[in-house]
């Protein structure tokens, strides 16, 4: 029987930014931990959770937050920018993809402390469908002996992984 890979949240949103790095985060190619971008999103992750709060693990994935609503679950993500709306949209479907199939009905909601902005997040069949095919891909990259070449994006200025993949070049 083959093992399935299982697939984190931070796949995902990687997944959704760029398929290279993808690949790298899975082989556990180290990035630059030295990286500006690294250090700020780790200190507004553990400065807005608190030293009491603790993450939540379920299943593969690591959910920020959870709160009740009314009759209402909400898991909420906490991210540094709003600019990667659409990994980050993705990542918190993905926790309410797995929260639900463990038979637990949640809504998403991204928080975005750093423009004081939050944005709700509901899961539909249309993307599970997107979610199940992007599962499926990211499992088929990491079976792959070497990464999907680099392919230039604006990401790319921000990544910790620019030396490596664009060393010199402009
Ligand atoms: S530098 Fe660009 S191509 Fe390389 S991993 Fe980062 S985002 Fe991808």
Known sequence: MTVELPVTGTDIWYYFICKRECWLMIHRIAPDEEDENLEIGRFIHE????????????????????????????????????????????????????????????????VFPEERKKESVILTPEEERVLDRAVAEIRHIARQPVPPPPKKINYCRKCAYRDYCWAGEE
């Open 47 to 110: 400065y807005r959770l608190g030293r009491q709060k603790k993450e939540l693990s379920v299943d593969s994935v690591q959910l920020d937050r959870i709160k009740k609503v009314g009759d209402h679950l909400i898991v909420q993500e906490i991210k540094k920018s709003s600019r990667f709306l659409e990994s980050s949209r993705y990542q918190l479907l993905y926790y309410l993809q797995t929260l639900k199939k463990m038979g637990i009905e949640a809504k998403g909601e991204l």
